[in-house]
């Protein structure tokens, strides 16, 4: 059973892998290279390790697993925050948070979850009726904003409801998303 250091952020939960043992070492590719006076660690997902610190603001607990991901959809990407800002909506218009980056990795724990036979998960929630809310930034602009994507070119009513409700019914590619799709509803 491997340990993991659990860490919040604004959108969801993440994990590291830790290790305070000797033995939780092994495999790790460390194994004689941190000492045991080094211990307790985590490994940073990148070739890397920290020594472990559990007054960091961040931090939340240490949970044990043997999952290939350790925390479950619901708390890496939170569903329905109140102050959604990027991430996945689904076709019943629940919004999936998830940072700037993290759209692929929401899209796998999505798609692995309501299209478990998906080869391709983005693809596969957008044939779906998904919607992909990115950053809009293009290095020009003096602010961030939000983008509101997808392939089909057509939103559900409950979407159309809840961009209304994120403030986004005024962007312009959600104004037409929402012509085109209002024929369906």
Same mark, same amino acid.
């Not at 045991?36 to 990148?46: A, H, K, T």
């Not at 949970?63 to 959604?84: A, C, G, K, T, W």
């Not at 076709?91 to 299209?115: I, Q, R, V, W």
């Not at 009726?129 to 089909?152: A, C, M, N, P």
């Given at each position: 059973?491997?340990k ?8 969801g939960?993440?994990?590291y892998?830790?290790?305070?043992t000797?033995?939780l070492?092994?495999?790790?590719g460390f ?9 307790p ?6 070739g890397?390790?920290f020594?472990?610190d ?7 607990e240490i949970?044990?697993s043997?999952?290939?991901?350790p ?8 569903v ?5 800002k990027?991430g996945?909506?689904?076709?019943e218009g629940?919004t999936?948070s ?5 759209h ?5 724990m999505?798609?692995?979850?309501f299209?478990? !036979? ?8 957008d !044939?779906a009726?998904?919607?992909?809310i ?8 003096? !602010?961030?904003g939000?983008f ?14 809840r ?10 590619e959600v104004?037409?998303?929402i012509?085109?799709s209002?024929?369906d509803?």
């Amino acid at each position: 059973m491997k340990k993991y250091a659990v860490y919040g952020s604004e959108t969801g939960q993440y994990y590291y892998q830790y290790a305070d043992t000797i033995e939780l070492l092994e495999g790790t590719g460390f194994e004689d290279i941190i000492t045991e006076e080094q211990l307790p660690v985590v490994f940073d997902g990148r070739g890397g390790y920290f020594a472990f610190d559990p007054d960091d603001k961040k931090f939340v607990e240490i949970i044990e697993s043997d999952e290939e991901v350790p925390l479950p959809l619901e708390r890496m990407f939170y569903v329905n925050q109140p102050e959604f800002k990027l991430g996945w909506m689904s076709p019943e218009g629940d919004t999936y948070s998830c940072s700037y980056t993290n759209h692929t990795k929401c899209a796998k724990m999505l798609a692995k979850k309501f299209y478990p !036979r998906a080869k391709f998960p983005e693809l596969a929630l957008d !044939r779906a009726g998904w919607l992909k809310i990115i950053d809009s930034w293009d290095g020009s602009e003096r !602010r961030h904003g939000q983008f509101v994507y997808t392939e089909r070119g057509r939103v559900t009513k409950k979407q159309a409801d809840r961009l209304f409700d994120l403030g986004l019914y005024d962007n312009e590619e959600v104004r037409e998303l929402i012509r085109t799709s209002e024929d369906d509803w």
